[in-house]
T-cell receptor, first 114, second 115 residues
Framework: AQSVTQLDSQVSVFEEAPVELRCNYSSSVSVYLFWYVQYPNQGLQLLLK??????LVKGINGFEAEFNKSQTSFHLRKPSVHISDTAEYFC????????????FGKGTTLSVSS | GAVVSQHPSWVICKSGTSVKIECRSLDFQATTMFWYRQFPKQSLMLMATSNEGSKATYEQGVEKDKFLINHASLTLSTLTVTSAHPEDSSFYICSARSGSNYEQYFGPGTRLTVT
């Protein structure tokens, strides 16, 4: 079985500062990795995904993440955040096998202030 | 492409009544659909997985007689919360996957409030 640990429940930064949201996963098989963002009272929006290949993945809104197999991590980064990035961020994992569900981490609340 | 809709977007019902939530894939055939539940300021918890034409597979701790899931067609899955109670109040989100495609497409969610 897989599991996902988001190491920070809350992260607060000032506008234009860099940010890193940390995610570690555990699985006995190969996995796909995802980052989603959720704004208040809304559904999930896919930020980026790692399937295979290059370990540095670029997503929407200037976000990127790096897959590190040896450390079983998939940390999300943005070099300069905006107030509009304030939201809940979820890291998720699914097994390669078709039909398996996404397993989500507990989420990280990112608060960006001016 | 790959749009998933949910209806209703929010619903208020009285304790003891049943409520049905629909999840539709609008532009693809969803061979597998998933139902998640999200409590305020918490993560998404997988409730069940349903494959078209088959019985749903429920996660441990989810009452299958309380949360009835039907996936009768390749574009529609329904979740019926039977005899709802205030503790069933939550945000319910569905997602859909096509064939062997790894990616899941999420619906916008349904906010259920049981009074």
């Amino acid at each position: 079985a897989q599991s996902v640990t988001q190491l920070d429940s809350q992260v607060s930064v000032f506008e234009e500062a860099p940010v890193e949201l940390r995610c570690n996963y555990s699985s006995s098989v190969s996995v796909y990795l995802f980052w989603y963002v959720q704004y208040p009272n809304q559904g999930l929006q896919l930020l980026l995904k790692y399937l295979s290949g290059s370990t540095l993945v670029k997503g929407i809104n200037g976000f990127e993440a790096e897959f590190n197999k040896s450390q079983t991590s998939f940390h999300l980064r943005k070099p300069s955040v905006h107030i509009s990035d304030t939201a809940e961020y979820f890291c998720a994992v699914s097994e390669y096998q078709a039909g398996t569900a996404l397993i989500f981490g507990k989420g990280t609340t990112l608060s960006v202030s001016s | 492409g790959a749009v998933v809709s949910q209806h209703p977007s929010w619903v208020i019902c009285k304790s003891g009544t049943s409520v049905k939530i629909e999840c539709r894939s609008l532009d693809f055939q969803a061979t597998t659909m998933f139902w998640y539940r999200q409590f305020p300021k918490q993560s998404l918890m997988l409730m069940a997985t349903s494959n078209e034409g088959s019985k749903a597979t429920y996660e441990q701790g989810v009452e299958k007689d309380k949360f009835l899931i039907n996936h009768a067609s390749l574009t529609l899955s329904t979740l019926t919360v039977t005899s709802a109670h205030p503790e069933d109040s939550s945000f319910y989100i569905c997602s859909a996957r096509s064939g062997s495609n790894y990616e899941q497409y999420f619906g916008p969610g349904t906010r259920l409030t049981v009074t």
